[in-house]
Each structure stands twice: as structure tokens, then as C-alpha cells.
């Protein structure tokens, strides 16, 4: 036993001694992506961090611990450090959330970055891996919520608690669609975490888009040119400080863009813990990451508030059926795809209404509605499916009611659930479509 195992041996009865005593380490090795500490591995655990400057200005992450080092991430790409250095333990990261966070814009770490000066501390900290609340004990979501997005209010409604993915490949409208999303009414407020966004983009998300939904959102960002553990710390920091809001019985909404950065963040931090590469790169942990993340959001305990999750997921080559897309699409109460030939068309939000689905549609219809619904759904799938034989030519009215119905109905339905940000919030889907269907009155 050397002296560190002895002093840790004396110290543990003792545990209002821990904090005169600070455990340190040797920096052993400098990679690109990771350090290699040694003296610390009998102190540490996988998710605490280490100070690897004096005052505990740059941190990074234990990833992989073995008897002789531990291996460390660092939050920030550039730190001058090298071998022999001496670093600290600092424990699991925690941060401290507060409802004057609103309106403000901060980076994974909760430092703010929007020059409106320090941030608040909040009363309780917490750590960004919280569990979720226990599966007995929390609440149902069964109260619809109006989105003002039409197509989404038909035909996908959302209840409060919800958790629904916006999947699509590059450059279809993801973005446009959470930004209409994100300036719904019927929030208390709203958490965003912009992950691996473009620079340039930030401020015109939240200038433009956000419009006066702005004073009631917290942002959390971590640009694409950030480091991975500030790419996979960000959501998670965004969970925690929804989490706080939900806790004091608000109701938020948490909008994540994209969880498939946070998955390729994941990705590049258990490669360099040394994981293998089992589905197109991906290591096992970023599968067993995603659930743990995505479960955090919905309704908490009774009682308390809600969070409603609407999660980004950019599917890669458009392959719906790709790794993290699939584990996605089966964690979440719903998803909507976004379809690159919808939006070739210009016709916006690009929703495939066929191949989009809500799980707790059936608490925000009424029976009629439902039955409607599924009638639109019908003649949307014979108008489509016979799209080849009209361009033919090879249509002619009346050989099929059913089809003539769907070639009347369907391009107008079409028009009706079209909108863009410009567009006024619709305050009642279901009689904006009925007023659309029937044409204009005399």
C-alpha cells in the first residue's frame, strides 16, 4: 500500500476532513485529444473532472481510469500543459441554475457569453447526469398543447411532457421549424441548446427567429468549432437547467439542435477512451448515452412542471435508418420527418404527412377529429401514389371516386398547412383547414 492508498484509508471515516485535503496528479502524456494523469486513479470516478490549471480555469473530464493513470478530456481544444504537470481532482461538474437565466446566452459551462454580466446563482446545484425521475412516480402527459405550426396541430399533435424528434437531412427546414416552435405561447419557458450550430447562425436564431419568445429563453450554445466534451457537455447542461424550471412547476420546453452532434461528440470522446467502433463508427456507450439523455425530459413528478423535448435529428444521407437516427426514433413519443422532395416542391414545413407520427395523438383529438385525420391520411397516400399515372396522362375523373376525391381535396390541403415564419401562429388548425377545404364563401 503507498502513502496515498494510507491517507485515503485515514480519511474515510473521517469525511468532514475531506475538504482540508486535495487530491493531485502527474500529467504523464499529451495526445491531441487526451491527457494521461497519474497518482489519481484510486480517487477518481468516470464523469469527474480534473483542474489542469491553478484556479480550476480549464477543467476536463476522467473517461477511462486505470490502476496506473486516468485519462482526461479537456473542455478546451488549446491548453498549455505538459508532462509533469500537476493537476487536481474537483469532483462530478455541477451547476447551479436559476430563473434569472432567462433571456440570457450562456456556453456549456454556464458561463455567460452574451455581454449581460455574471450570472445568478441559483439555491440548489445539480449535476448535469441526473436521472430522471422515477418511472412509477411521474406524471402522464396527456394535456394537448397548441403549437401554432398548423400541419403540426393536424396531424402530429403534442401534449405537454412530450418528446418528439424533428428528423431530416441537411438543409430542409429543420432549424425554420424549431424556431416557429420555440415562440409558442402556451410555455412558461424555453431552454435551447444550439449544438455544433454554425458561428454565424447563433444570433440570427436568436435575434430573428426567437422574436420576443427571446425573454423567456435560456441558450445554451456550443458551436461546431468548439471542443466534442463542450459539443456532448451542452444538451446536457440545457437538461439540467430545464430540469430546474420544471422542478419550481413551469412548463418548458426543450429544444435540442441537433442530438445527432451531441451523438458525433459522444462518438469522439469513447473512441478516445478507447472504445471499439461497432455501427458506423459509433461506440456502444453513445447508445447507451442517448436514452439516458432523451428519458431526462417529460413530465416530472407529480405535482411539479413539465418539459415538452423537441430534439433535431440530422439523418445522415437522408437514411432514416441509420444507427442514431433509429435508436432515436424508437426512445422518443413521436417524430416528424421532414422530406427533401416535399421542400424541392416549396412547399414549407417539408412534413411527410404519411410518414410522420404522434404516440399521444389520441389525447389531443376528439373522436371526430381522429376519424378525419385518418380520412386525410388516405386520400394524401392515393393522391401521391397515383402521382406517376397523372403525369401520364392516364388519369381520368370519374373511373374512381375515391381518387377523384383525393385530386379535388389534396392540393388544397396542401396549401392549407403551409406556412413560414412570417406567418401568423394558427390558433385553431382544425377550422382554418375545414375554412380552407370548403373555398371562400359569398
Not at 87 to 108: T, Y
Not at 129 to 151: F, L, M, N, S, Y
Not at 280 to 289: E, K, T
Not at 375 to 399: C, F, I, K
Request: proline residues 7%; glycine residues 10%; charged residues 25%.
Amino acid at each position: 500500500m503507498n502513502a496515498l492508498e494510507r491517507l485515503a484509508q485515514a480519511l474515510a471515516p473521517h469525511p468532514q476532513l475531506r475538504s482540508f485535503v486535495r487530491a493531485s496528479g502527474l500529467v504523464t502524456e499529451v495526445t491531441p485529444t487526451h491527457f494521461r494523469i497519474a497518482g489519481l486513479s484510486h480517487f477518481l470516478k468516470l464523469g469527474e473532472c480534473i483542474a489542469l490549471s491553478e484556479g480550476g480555469q480549464a477543467i476536463g473530464e476522467v473517461i477511462r481510469i486505470d490502476p496506473a493513470a486516468a485519462t482526461v478530456k479537456p473542455y478546451a481544444d488549446l491548453i498549455e500543459i505538459g508532462p509533469g504537470t500537476r493537476v487536481h481532482r474537483l469532483g462530478p461538474l455541477a451547476i447551479a441554475p436559476d430563473a434569472s437565466w432567462k433571456g440570457r446566452v450562456i456556453d456549456a459551462l454556464c458561463r455567460p457569453i452574451d455581454e449581460g454580466g455574471p450570472l445568478a446563482a441559483g439555491t440548489v446545484e445539480r449535476t448535469v447526469d441526473a436521472p430522471p425521475p422515477p418511472a412509477i412516480r411521474r406524471a402522464r402527459a396527456k394535456e394537448p398543447v397548441a403549437t401554432g405550426v398548423r400541419v403540426l396541430d393536424l396531424f402530429t399533435p403534442i401534449c405537454k411532457g412530450q418528446r418528439l424528434g424533428i428528423f431530416a437531412g441537411s438543409g430542409i427546414g429543420k432549424s425554420t421549424l424549431l424556431s416557429m416552435l420555440a415562440r409558442a405561447q402556451t410555455f412558461d419557458s424555453v431552454v435551447i441548446a444550439l449544438v455544433g450550430e454554425r458561428g454565424r447562425e447563433v444570433r440570427e436564431f436568436l435575434e430573428e427567429s426567437l422574436g420576443p419568445a427571446r425573454q423567456r429563453t435560456v441558450a445554451v450554445v456550443a458551436t461546431g468549432d468548439e471542443s466534442a466534451m463542450m459539443r456532448r457537455l451542452a444538451p446536457r447542461t440545457a437538461m439540467s437547467i430545464a430540469e430546474c424550471l420544471r422542478d419550481a412547476g413551469e412548463s418548458v420546453l426543450l429544444i435540442v439542435d441537433s442530438i445527432t452532434r451531441y451523438a458525433h461528440a459522444a462518438r469522439e470522446v469513447a473512441l478516445a477512451a478507447g472504445e471499439p467502433a461497432v455501427a458506423r463508427g459509433y461506440a456502444p456507450s453513445v447508445f447507451g448515452d442517448l436514452p439516458r439523455l432523451l428519458e431526462r425530459a417529460g413530465p416530472g413528478e407529480d405535482g411539479s412542471g413539465t418539459i415538452t423535448g423537441i430534439f433535431a435529428v440530422l439523418v445522415d444521407g437522408d437514411d432514416h435508418n441509420e444507427p442514431v437516427s433509429d435508436a432515436i426514433r424508437g426512445t422518443l413519443d413521436g417524430h416528424v420527418v421532414l422530406s427533401r422532395a416535399i421542400a424541392d416542391q416549396g412547399r414549407y414545413p417539408a412534413v411527410d404527412l404519411l410518414g410522420s407520427l404522434s404516440r399521444l395523438a389520441r389525447h389531443a383529438w376528439s373522436a371526430d377529429q381522429r376519424i378525419l385525420v385518418g380520412r386525410l391520411r388516405t386520400m394524401v397516400a392515393r393522391y401521391e401514389d397515383s402521382r406517376d399515372l397523372r403525369l401520364m396522362g392516364a388519369y381520368h375523373p370519374g373511373a374512381d371516386a375515391e381518387l377523384d376525391q383525393a385530386v379535388a381535396l389534396v392540393p388544397a390541403l396542401y396549401q392549407a398547412i403551409a406556412q413560414d415564419p412570417s406567418s401568423p401562429p394558427s390558433r385553431d388548425a382544425f377550422r382554418e383547414l375545414a375554412d380552407a377545404l370548403q373555398g371562400p364563401r359569398p
